[in-house]
Structure formats: C-alpha cells, structure tokens
C-alpha cells in the first residue's frame, strides 16, 4: 500500500459502530435460491436490482424492480437451460436497462459473457452471448459518452495466460466495436469499470500474474479505445488484495476504490483506496478485526468529496455468520452492519433520490432453506427507522392488487382491493408495525364488497403513531397480497 495506509479496527472502537436496522429492510425470492448483485436508484426514485434465482432451475437471471418503499412493482426472469446470472445493471435516460453478466446456456462454448438491453418494464429488446468457446465472464458494464457500452470481466480464451481481465465495447444495439485483454501466465480478472470525468476509462480488479504471487489488485486506465494510459498494483509483498469496486469523483479529479487486503491481519480486511487520476495513491484506509473476515465490495460517491462502501463482515460483535457492512465519512467515520445470525453478505450500494443509500446482497436469515435477495435503505446518516421485511410470493399465491389512498397517510386511509379471482370465505386484512407486532385486525364485516372481485375498507388512522406500516390480505384459500403504507399526522 504505497502512500499511506491508515489501519482502523472498527470493532475495537477507535470510531462509532452499532448494530442497527435500517430505514426498510426487504427481501424477495420465489422459492429458491435468489441473490442481488447490483442495486440501481431509478429515475422515479425506486430501486432496481440484478442477480440470480433458482426457483425455476439451476440459475436464471433476476431482475426485481420495487418503488420508493420497497414494494414490488414487477420481476422478471432471464431464462435457459443451464446457469444464467445477471451482475450489473445501469438504467439509460429512456428509462430501460443495460444488464451483464455471464452465462452457459447459450452462445460460443464454455461460460459466455451476456448482455442484455430491455425496456422500462424490463422486456428484453436485445440479448447478446460475447465469448470464445472457452469460459468467459462479465461483471460490470459501463455506459459511455458516445451512447456505447463497455462490459468488463474475465476470459480463458483469450490472452495471455489462465484467465486474463476482459474488456469489450459494444454499441446501442450490442454490436461488438472492440476487445481487449490484459494480464499474464496466472490469473488476472476485472470485476469494475466506470467512465471516468475526463472522458477516459478505469477499471479495477486482482492479478496473479504482476506483483506477488498471492495476488493484489490491479487497476487500469484505458483510451476510449480501450489502449493503456497506466497500470498499477495494490498490495505489499507475501499479502493476497483484490479490488472489488471502483467510483469516480471527478470534482477531485480521483477515482475511489475498495476491495480486501491481507496486509494487516492474516484474514482479510476491508480498504478504500484513493487515487488521482495520473495514477499517483493519495490514501489508503484499512478496516477490520483481526480473525474476521472484511470486505468492501461497492463503494459511491458525492462531488463533496464524502463516500460510502458496502461489504461484509463474520466479526462475532456483528450478528456472527456474516452481515452487511455499511461505512461512509460523511461528518465522520461511521460503521454499522445488517443482518441476522445466518450468513448475510453485501454486494452493492448506489445513493438514494432522499440523500441516503440503497444496498443489496443475500440473506438467509428470514428462510432457513434458502437465499434471498436482502434489500436495505439506509437514511442519510447511515441509521435506521425500522424493520420491515416482504417476501414475494409465487404468483399462484398472490390473492390480488391493493391500493392505500392517501399514501402517505394523514387521517383516514382508503384501502381498494382487486382480488384475481372470486373472494373464497372470509376477508380478512391484519396490520404490522415496523417491528412486525400486529396492531389491527380488519374482518369481513368490516370490508364493503363491490362485486366477488372487489371490496373497499376505510380506517382511522388517529391513533396510529407516525411511522411504516404493513398489511397483509388474504382470504380462507390461502391467497395473500401485502403491502406497506405510511402515517405522517
């Protein structure tokens, strides 16, 4: 670590750390085993998040698209015969997505990196399989000033060595304008790229082929074209590092980078590594414990300078099989984790329309069978205002469409629900506060039915506290639909 490196161990205390909830908390699968990779904030300030499931098969893609609150708008799956994963996503200004990732159900052979572009609700309009007959991966995808892409990962067909950094640019409609590789005889893989304030390209990842053999990280800066302006490693000498996230911060004209480093502790430790855009380190922080295992795999930024890292941490002061770790510097360094006893890990943080963040991953501790896509917004200072956990349901399970109105809501809320199918027995609605504790009953009798399809309650909500609550639905067939809502007196 070549300029500065500044060890901080968090869970000794030299800076604030709680376990704390966050201002929602969320998760969502249908049954198998489902992971987030990547979150987005859209543009009408509800989040979007990329990863897999298995709840159909070995593995498809997973797109999962919720509003401000976290509620489900729609999903979808990205299907074939074998694995299909889905690991970043961006959305473009006509408000569809370009997705990448890696796949062996179709294409040349081996893995193939995939990359798909949909539409605003995400219907596919185009799929592309880049590879050789070889594996080949995609992790990260970029979008460009000239309207064009560029896809960042790794291939054994191509290159030098083993596996080598992969990089290809494509245009609007995925057609492939150019490929690069770098690396050596060992090991060498990209797992970020942004486009950076002066028009060039930066990307991040760990080679086994430069500096020692246990491994450090590697970052790039390339030409639009994709030809090396510089190189450098991060890691000192007999000490496996891998970078994992990269932001840009063009007010400073630096890019921002985390990963994990063994440097410190002979387990790995999180670090954010700062570095202008010549290429010269300007700090580097390292966090950890010692016998834990830290990481930082996400990491955005303000023009102010202040950033915010998401990873994962097993430190037994946290909740003990791993969490989520969340840490940012906005007016000073703050550190706190989420999650349960069973395994948790963070993958992917992106900063929120209400000035907070949004971070995804895995979770199984709401289903002690599976993994599910773990969804946590965080306020402005990193704190919480409470649990809320909704799990999606298969759709043969879902009893209808509810609206709240006002939302939020002052006095009195109108609840309108539209069931699929003929309501069978009883109607009932139950009402959750943030810590899961029921609040209210709503039966039957209660409910004016409009048609064996349709019925409208109304409550007061004057002795309800300000705050987020749930609703859960459902009739004697086993039907359900929830949702959330809010009071704001």
């Not at 796949?103 to 609700?121: A, E, I, P």
Request: proline fraction near 2%.
């Amino acid at each position: 670590m070549k300029k500065l490196l500044l060890f901080i161990s968090i869970f000794a205390g030299i800076f604030s750390s709680a376990q704390t909830s966050a201002k929602w908390e969320n998760i969502y699968g249908q049954g198998g085993n489902e992971y987030g990779y990547r979150v987005r904030t859209c543009l009408d300030q509800g989040y979007i998040v990329a990863g897999s499931t298995s709840s159909n098969g070995i593995s498809d893609g997973y797109l999962v698209r919720v509003d401000s609150l976290g509620l489900m708008m729609w999903s979808k799956q990205f299907a074939g015969n074998n694995v299909d994963v889905l690991r970043s996503i961006r959305q473009l200004p006509d408000s569809g997505y370009i997705l990448a990732g890696y796949s062996n159900s179709y294409g040349h052979g081996g893995y193939d990196g995939w990359v798909l572009r949909t539409d605003k609700l995400g219907d596919t309009i185009w799929t592309k399989y880049i590879g050789t007959s070889d594996w080949d991966f995609f992790y990260d995808v970029t979008p460009t000033y000239d309207g064009c892409f560029v896809l960042a990962g790794g291939t054994y067909g191509l290159g030098e060595g083993d596996e080598d950094m992969y990089f290809v640019k494509i245009d609007g409609n995925g057609d492939t304008l150019w490929t690069k590789t770098h690396g050596g005889i060992k090991a060498d893989e990209a797992r970020a790229i942004c486009e950076t304030g002066d028009s060039l390209l930066a990307a991040v990842g760990f080679t086994y082929s430069l500096g020692d053999t246990l491994g450090d990280s590697w970052i790039l800066r390339m030409t639009a074209i994709g030809d090396t302006v510089w190189t450098r490693t991060i890691g000192l000498p007999t000490f496996e590092d891998k970078a994992f996230g990269i932001a840009d911060l063009s007010t400073f004209g630096r890019i921002m980078i985390v990963g994990e480093t063994s440097s410190v502790n002979p387990d790995p430790d999180a670090y954010v590594q700062s570095m202008s855009y010549s290429g010269s380190a300007l700090f580097n922080l390292v966090f950890g414990g010692a016998g834990t295992n830290d990481n930082f795999t996400s990491i955005v930024t303000r023009p102010d300078g202040t950033f915010a890292a998401l990873g994962s941490t097993d430190n037994n002061q946290a909740n003990g099989n791993g969490d989520f770790w969340f840490f940012h510097n906005r007016n000073t360094f703050f550190s706190t984790t989420f999650g349960t006893f069973s395994p948790e890990a963070g993958y992917s943080i992106d900063l929120a329309h209400d000035d907070g963040y949004i971070a995804c991953g895995y979770t199984e501790g709401f289903n002690s069978f599976v993994s599910n896509i773990y969804l946590v917004k965080l306020d402005t200072i990193g704190l919480s205002t409470g649990v809320l956990s909704i799990r999606e349901q298969p759709n043969n399970l879902r009893s209808g469409i509810a609206t709240v109105f006002p939302n939020p809501v002052t006095d009195d809320a109108t609840i309108l629900f539209d069931s699929y199918e003929s309501f069978e027995g009883n109607l009932i609605m139950t009402i959750y506060d943030i810590t899961g504790r029921q609040i209210m009953t709503v039966a039957t009798t209660s409910w004016q039915i409009n048609s064996n399809k349709s019925a409208l309650c109304k409550i007061e909500m004057g002795l309800f506290s300000n705050g987020i609550y749930q609703y859960v639905i459902s009739d004697e067939s086993g039907r359900k639909c929830n949702g959330k809502f809010i009071v704001s007196h």
